[in-house]
């Protein structure tokens, strides 16, 4: 099997078809991974936006970033804790031990009268 025609125009013609189709290939390849790569990047973008947080804008409220949301987590959760151990006789914890000797010292002045 001959690798030309013997027509110099045909085969001219079938070198550069071929030269076209390779690198037509090679451009949709590289237009491939060019998407991959900016989808990758938009979403790592993406993330280190959620990290930070975003500062407002006309129109746009900002949003914290999680070290800030972090933070607010945490004070909340100290106000929680604060409530949870009787301390300074006005948490939630202090008013059910008052309420729980009150109903003690009742039950016990119904069981004496009776």
Sequence with gaps: MSDSTGVLVVDT???WAAATAAITAGLALLWA??????????????????WQGIPGRPGVEGRPGVMERLSGIEQRLSGVEHELHPNSGHSLRDAIDRVDRRTGQLADDQEQTE
Aim: hydrophobic letters at 55%; zero cysteines.
């Design 13 to 15: 013609v079938v070198v």
């Design 33 to 50: 991974m060019v998407r991959g790569i900016r989808r990758i990047v938009a979403r790592v973008d993406e993330i280190v936006d959620d």
